[in-house]
């Protein structure tokens, strides 16, 4: 089945540096990919998403491209916040189910200090 | 800014007790999803719902949990009786369909059962 997988956690960064968190993927036909992101205490939060192939998602200074060659979708910031301390989660539509379900990653907490 | 909504925000309840938690979709969004999340296990599909009408219920305990909708503006999530493995944040996302796969969270549950 589909399935989706993260680098694992925790990472840490000092405030102002390059943040890349990686996210591979497996899945027949063509998914949709998605980036979230969770604060403590709330609910996931719809951060990006790329509808296909060489597409890139921004928001909020965060960026990610679908590759498709490379079944990869890695999240990118040039320079992260203390505010960006959170757990970040990758995603994709299953297209088997034929519904519209999302397979999630495990997550990837993110700690930025100052 | 449309968001969803959920009630009641924390739940502490003991053993064998009723749990009723309910969601408010997005206007105009016509799927909708219960999660579960915990530490051990992370985000786990319980549940979802098209047009109302539910189309897999299979990743929750059938003896003692039920999801229904009574009508667009308000999914519901049982659980009679309570165990303390239950204990979790619940999470109802709600998204547009019509081959736009994102979805949009609540705030969540947080249900603590003792």
């Known amino acids: 089945g589909d399935s989706v997988t993260q680098m694992e956690g925790p990472v840490t960064l000092s405030e102002e540096a390059f943040l890349t968190i990686n996210c591979t993927y497996t899945?027949?036909?063509?998914?949709?990919l998605f980036w979230y992101v969770q604060y403590p205490g709330e609910g996931l939060q719809l951060l990006l998403k790329?509808?296909?192939?060489?597409d890139k998602g921004s928001n909020k200074g965060f960026e990610a491209t679908y590759r498709k060659e490379t079944t990869s979708f890695h999240l990118e910031k040039g320079s992260v916040q203390v505010s960006d301390s959170a757990v970040y989660f990758c995603?994709?539509?299953?297209?088997?189910?034929?519904?519209?379900?999302?397979?999630f990653g495990k997550g990837t907490m993110l700690l930025v200090s100052p | 800014d449309a968001r969803v909504t959920q009630t009641p925000r924390h739940k502490v309840t003991e053993m064998g007790q009723e749990v009723t938690m309910r969601c408010q979709p997005i206007?105009?969004?016509?799927?909708v999803f219960w999660y579960r999340q915990t530490m051990m296990q992370g985000l786990e599909l319980l549940a979802y719902?098209?047009?109302?009408?539910?189309?897999?219920d299979s990743g929750m305990p059938k003896d003692r949990f039920s999801a229904e909708m009574p009508d667009a503006t308000l999914a519901t999530l049982k659980i009679q009786p309570s165990e303390p493995r239950d204990s979790a944040v619940y999470f109802c996302?709600?998204?547009?369909?019509?081959?736009?796969?994102?979805?949009?969270f609540g705030p969540g549950t947080r249900l603590t059962v003792t």
């Open positions: 996302a709600s998204g547009p369909g019509q081959g736009k796969y994102e979805q949009y």
């Open positions: 899945a027949t036909g063509y998914p949709s």
């Open positions: 790329a509808t296909k192939a060489d």
């Open positions: 995603a994709l539509s299953d297209m088997n189910s034929g519904y519209s379900t999302l397979t």
């Open positions: 206007l105009g969004h016509n799927t």
């Open positions: 719902f098209r047009n109302r009408a539910p189309l897999d």
